[in-house]
């Protein structure tokens, strides 16, 4: 059985991993988008769930977009994390737009449903903290709740009181960072443009978490949300935008950045190091969103990452 790591602390080890104490194999997945209804989605994650089984990393981190949409389906809620719960070996989650609502942005149209405390509080007794700290292999993990941030909303002033005092206290660790969306498409300076808005932290809390991050050791950022695999280093920085476990998004309805397929990435922390790779999951299907929709339930529904 899968279990949720609610509380920050630290990933305990069995003892028969003493002689890799130095070794955090984490296993990223993201934009599963379950739904009761969606059965080729429930599919792809059986994939998933089979090849994690065969792999058995040390935590699975979904970043986000569990469910397909929990602000219009609730039952989303508890059907993605019946599935979870299910997985091999321990995970934690962080929120997606699907999961908790949206982010307002100055560029483009306000969000149909904008992020609101009651759908984080809802989120949080569903899949646990919506941010969260541990340590591992000699590295500093951080997750971060990315829907709140310009939202103005109590919980976006408390997420980056909490950040300040959790990167006061990595003393020299390299920092991974977790979080839905990426922090920017090619750079910091990015313009935020009315089409792809949605797609990136906004730059106001943008540029106040990378003016944050720069007191600290940051070496990863992994993000989800976009449904495209990308990899790159931007100033000594690995950006890794992990697929979709779930669907692809056709270049009809969203551009395309990078790679469309869906998998997962699979990273091994080493004291001062990581390697990531990039996986295709046995079995799991490149589902087009357009089929999804022609589900006659889902023909009002529209394309959102
Ligand atoms: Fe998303
Ligand atoms: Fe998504």
Redesign the pocket.
């Known amino acids: 059985m899968g279990v949720m790591i609610p509380m920050p602390g630290r990933i305990m080890m069995g003892p028969e991993k003493d002689s890799a104490m130095n070794e955090f194999r984490l296993t990223q997945i993201s934009?599963t988008h379950l739904a009761r209804r969606l059965s080729r989605l429930t599919a792809n994650f059986e994939h998933l769930s089979d090849y994690i089984d065969t792999t058995r990393p040390d935590l699975v981190v979904n970043t986000?977009?569990m469910t397909f949409d929990a602000p219009t389906s609730p039952d989303d809620l508890e059907f993605a994390r019946s599935l979870h719960e299910a997985l091999p070996v321990p995970f934690r989650c962080l929120p997606?737009?699907?999961d908790i609502g949206?982010n307002p942005t100055q560029a483009g149209p306000p969000p149909s449903h904008p992020v609101n405390e009651k759908d984080r509080q809802t989120y949080i007794a569903t899949f646990g903290d919506d941010r969260w700290r541990f340590e591992a292999a000699g590295w500093c993990f951080i997750g971060l709740n990315s829907l709140v941030m310009n939202s103005g909303l109590v919980s976006e002033a408390e997420q980056f009181d909490w950040l300040a005092s959790e990167l006061a206290s990595t003393r020299g660790k390299p920092v991974a960072l977790f979080l839905?969306?990426p922090v920017f498409l090619n750079t910091p300076e990015d313009p935020e443009l009315e089409a792809s808005a949605i797609r990136y932290v906004p730059p106001s809390p943008r540029r106040r978490l990378l003016e944050m991050l720069r007191s600290v050791e940051l070496r990863l950022v992994a993000s989800?949300?976009?449904?495209q695999r990308r990899d790159y280093t931007y100033r000594g920085v690995r950006h890794v935008w992990a697929p979709s476990a779930g669907f692809i998004i056709s270049d009809k309805r969203q551009e395309r950045i990078a790679l469309k397929e869906t998998g997962l990435v699979e990273y091994r922390f080493t004291p001062d190091s990581v390697e990531i790779r990039h996986v295709r999951v046995p079995g799991m299907v490149d589902i087009d969103l357009d089929e999804l929709l022609k589900t006659p339930a889902h023909a009002e529904e529209k394309a959102?990452?």
């Not at 989800?224 to 449904?227: E, I, Q």
């Open positions: 934009d986000g977009d997606g737009n699907h949206d839905h969306k989800g949300h976009v449904h959102g990452g």
